[in-house]
């Protein structure tokens, strides 16, 4: 894969220096902070607190199994409240102005079974530098039988993928326990685990260490010291994990994989044709922002357009900057993508997903 595509503006368009002054006035005029805050605290504390009490209780509770489901529940979305509200922040650097700060609150990635070095070189460099671009935004390669790119391999099966999907979206944390390894490797291949200033063998032994940490305390501790029989755990296990990578998955999904957002391809010479940040408004949406539980809970993963073009500012200030974003793009006849209700988004997606599924494949350029 080709990591050295370019983004081209042969226009010169003063769209993103422009936004970012209007941006960095309003922090000025608030006399504000762009990092998080009290509230960030107050979140960290009640997510981390639902999740280990939830946790807790199961191992203290457990003579009777029927508390183990609802509590994995719990888990689930605490889980996938603190991967979305506070573990994100911290990755991006935008929790804290203190680095020693985000580096510990980003150990948090643990929590769901993931590793913090893969997670940044997915997300933070691939994702957020080639967004909705093929073969390069991991987040949107084939997974088994999920065809989110137009210009992925089309199969026979893809054609029910609107419906089968929402089942398969619950396994999504699951499998980074396991496929970070694979991830690691590759990128470790391409050089990109250097480039996060850490050395491979490091890395390798963290994320051994700590998968075989997240086993014990999830399975075989439960397994000792509670009734619960093996099968019991197992169950409650997959409870979570499927809460958790159902919300997850599609609070994402409802940012890229909608219809209107754009998935192109570099030209020849492999550049896109385009402002990066321009790129970021095409290729993404928003959804719900009036909707202040969502705006707390998915951590304003819902202002997915503020998070793209400014992921070094704290989503809690998302909200505020929204219109500064939406004004700005009409300004300079730029879109601005979103769906004013939650149900419109996600409606949008099954939309999306029944298009990837029956487009012909000779209709797409198929890159490897």
């Not at 032994?205 to 998968?211: A, G, H, N, P, R």
């Not at 209107?260 to 922002?289: K, S, Y």
């Amino acid at each position: 894969m080709n990591y050295q595509v370019r983004f081209v503006d042969a226009d010169r368009s003063t769209f993103f220096p422009t936004l970012r002054k209007r941006v960095n006035q309003y922090f000025k005029d608030k006399e504000i902070s762009h990092y998080g805050n009290r509230r960030m605290v107050a979140k960290t504390i009640i997510l981390t607190t639902l999740y280990l009490g939830s946790y807790a209780a199961i191992l203290t509770l457990s003579v009777n199994a029927w508390w183990l489901l609802p509590l994995a529940v719990v888990m689930g979305v605490a889980m996938a409240g603190i991967g979305m509200s506070v573990m994100h922040d911290a990755l991006h650097g935008s929790y804290s102005r203190n680095a020693t700060v985000n580096r510990w609150v980003g150990y948090l990635t643990y929590f769901i079974g993931a590793n913090p070095v893969v997670w940044k070189i997915q997300h933070n460099v691939l994702h957020h530098t080639y967004t909705n671009i093929h073969g390069l935004d991991d987040d949107i390669r084939t997974k088994l039988v999920i065809r989110l790119s137009k210009h992925a391999p089309l199969q026979w099966i893809h054609r029910y993928q609107y419906v089968y999907v929402f089942f398969l979206y619950g396994f999504n944390t699951l499998f980074f326990i396991i496929s970070d390894l694979i991830k690691l490797l590759n990128y470790h291949r391409t050089g990109m685990v250097e480039r996060q200033k850490t050395k491979f063998s490091s890395e390798l032994t963290k994320l051994i260490f700590t998968k075989v940490l997240y086993l014990f305390f999830t399975i075989a501790l439960p397994i000792l010291i509670t009734p619960l029989l093996w099968w019991q755990v197992i169950i409650g296990l997959l409870a979570m994990h499927f809460t958790a990578g159902y919300i997850l998955t599609l609070v994402f999904q409802l940012a890229h994989i909608v219809e209107d957002v754009e998935q192109p391809l570099p030209n020849e010479e492999g550049n896109i044709e385009n402002a990066w940040a321009i790129h970021q408004l095409e290729t993404t949406a928003n959804f719900a922002r009036s909707n202040r539980l969502l705006n707390w809970y998915v951590g304003g993963l819902n202002f997915q357009v503020e998070h793209h073009l400014f992921p070094n500012i704290c989503h809690i200030h998302y909200e505020a900057i929204s219109p500064i974003v939406e004004q700005t793009a009409k300004e300079f006849q730029l879109p601005y993508y979103e769906k004013t209700r939650f149900r419109d988004a996600l409606v949008s997606h099954v939309n999306m997903m029944k298009n990837l599924g029956e487009i012909p494949a000779h209709a797409f350029s198929i890159t490897g």
